[in-house]
């Protein structure tokens, strides 16, 4: 896991606690991971065989000559967004706060939002994934998710809105599965194995019983409690995270060209990859639609 252990990657514990790996032929471990994991250069590596990943990191990876490969989508959108005090409206409130970024971000959204809604340099400051200075002032706005950090800050009573960069036109898909070409080719029944088998987490966890995936979560990471987890995943129900609200989504984990051609023009439109990279090289839809996960 590109992140630890919580609700937004729910639908690997569960297939794992429900026996869906070991069905499809797989013994698989799931590490955690943390803002101090490069999971690619674990990948690179040999340390790991598939991480969750996000699509500007594969392409930029791509772009680096890397032998990067998608070979599925959690999510039909990314779940990342601004967390702004109430009384804001939309993303153009962020005129006049200070916004706190992870250094990661300045590579992903932050140019396109700074563009976008005409923010400065000088507004950005740095997110240590510690929402105290949030919860302190008013004034400040901060990158998150919907499913975790607005849990913390309803917790702590403080009045706020999300805003999902994907309402606004951003393009990525939401906590890939990657691998290396040479798994990908060298043993393309055991990649399908392992799409197929997440989806059936995902839609079991998502869609029916999560208590499995969520003992499993508990061991991995002490800071999630019940609490917690079932506000992720109501917060996940709620978006249509797996279809993305599309009616015909022919199977889940399923990717498109177009989009991948989007999310690679976004990038070059945003200053943030050089024209030219071979960005069809960074994903294969071939897995998950061989997979066929159908949605709920």
Same mark, same amino acid.
Request: one cysteine or more.
């Given at each position: 896991?590109?992140?630890?252990?919580?609700?937004?990657?729910?639908?690997?514990?569960?297939?794992?606690?429900?026996?869906?790996?070991?069905?499809?032929?797989?013994?698989?471990?799931?590490?955690?991971?943390?803002?101090?994991?490069?999971?690619?250069?674990?990948?690179?590596?040999?340390?790991?065989?598939?991480?969750?990943?996000?699509?500007?990191?594969?392409?930029?990876?791509?772009?680096?000559?890397?032998?990067?490969?998608?070979?599925?989508?959690? &999510?039909?959108?990314?779940?990342?967004?601004?967390?702004?005090?109430?009384?804001?409206?939309?993303?153009?409130?962020?005129?006049?706060?200070?916004?706190?970024?992870?250094?990661?971000?300045?590579?992903? *959204?932050?140019?396109?939002?700074?563009?976008?809604?005409?923010?400065?340099?000088?507004?950005?400051?740095?997110? #240590?994934?510690?929402?105290?200075?949030?919860?302190?002032?008013?004034?400040?706005?901060?990158?998150?998710? +919907?499913?975790?950090?607005?849990?913390?800050?309803?917790?702590?009573?403080?009045?706020?809105?999300? *805003?999902?960069?994907?309402?606004?036109?951003?393009?990525?898909?939401?906590? #890939?599965?990657?691998?290396?070409?040479?798994?990908?080719?060298?043993?393309?029944?055991?990649?399908?194995?392992?799409?197929?088998?997440?989806?059936?987490?995902?839609?079991?966890?998502?869609?029916?019983?999560?208590?499995?995936?969520?003992?499993?979560?508990?061991?991995?990471?002490?800071?999630?409690?019940?609490?917690?987890?079932?506000?992720?995943?109501?917060?996940?129900?709620?978006?249509?995270?797996?279809?993305?609200?599309? +009616?015909?989504?022919?199977?889940?984990?399923?990717?498109?060209?177009?989009?991948?051609?989007?999310?690679?023009? &976004?990038?070059?439109?945003?200053?943030?990859?050089?024209?030219?990279?071979?960005?069809?090289?960074? *994903?294969?839809?071939? &897995?998950?639609?061989? +997979?066929?996960?159908?949605? +709920?």
């Amino acid at each position: 896991m590109a992140w630890y252990a919580q609700a937004p990657v729910g639908g690997f514990f569960q297939a794992l606690a429900r026996g869906f790996y070991r069905d499809a032929g797989l013994d698989v471990t799931i590490s955690n991971g943390g803002p101090q994991v490069n999971a690619v250069q674990l990948l690179l590596a040999g340390q790991c065989d598939l991480i969750t990943g996000y699509d500007f990191q594969t392409l930029h990876g791509v772009a680096a000559g890397m032998p990067l490969v998608t070979v599925g989508a959690s &999510f039909q959108h990314d779940l990342q967004g601004m967390i702004l005090h109430e009384p804001a409206r939309s993303l153009a409130d962020l005129k006049g706060r200070r916004v706190l970024i992870a250094s990661s971000s300045r590579q992903t *959204f932050w140019p396109w939002l700074s563009r976008r809604y005409g923010l400065s340099a000088a507004q950005a400051a740095p997110y #240590t994934f510690n929402l105290q200075p949030f919860l302190v002032s008013p004034d400040v706005a901060v990158q998150g998710y +919907a499913s975790s950090e607005m849990f913390d800050i309803r917790q702590a009573g403080v009045a706020a809105r999300f *805003f999902a960069f994907s309402d606004e036109g951003y393009p990525p898909y939401g906590t #890939t599965i990657v691998t290396t070409r040479a798994l990908a080719g060298g043993d393309p029944a055991s990649v399908t194995g392992f799409v197929r088998a997440s989806m059936m987490g995902w839609r079991d966890y998502l869609h029916g019983d999560p208590a499995p995936g969520n003992a499993l979560i508990r061991q991995a990471s002490a800071r999630e409690d019940e609490a917690r987890l079932a506000y992720g995943i109501a917060t996940m129900r709620a978006a249509s995270v797996l279809t993305g609200g599309q +009616a015909g989504l022919r199977a889940l984990g399923s990717m498109t060209e177009a989009r991948w051609r989007a999310t690679y023009e &976004f990038m070059v439109g945003n200053g943030l990859i050089a024209p030219g990279v071979d960005w069809r090289a960074a *994903f294969d839809t071939r &897995f998950a639609d061989a +997979a066929q996960v159908v949605p +709920a």
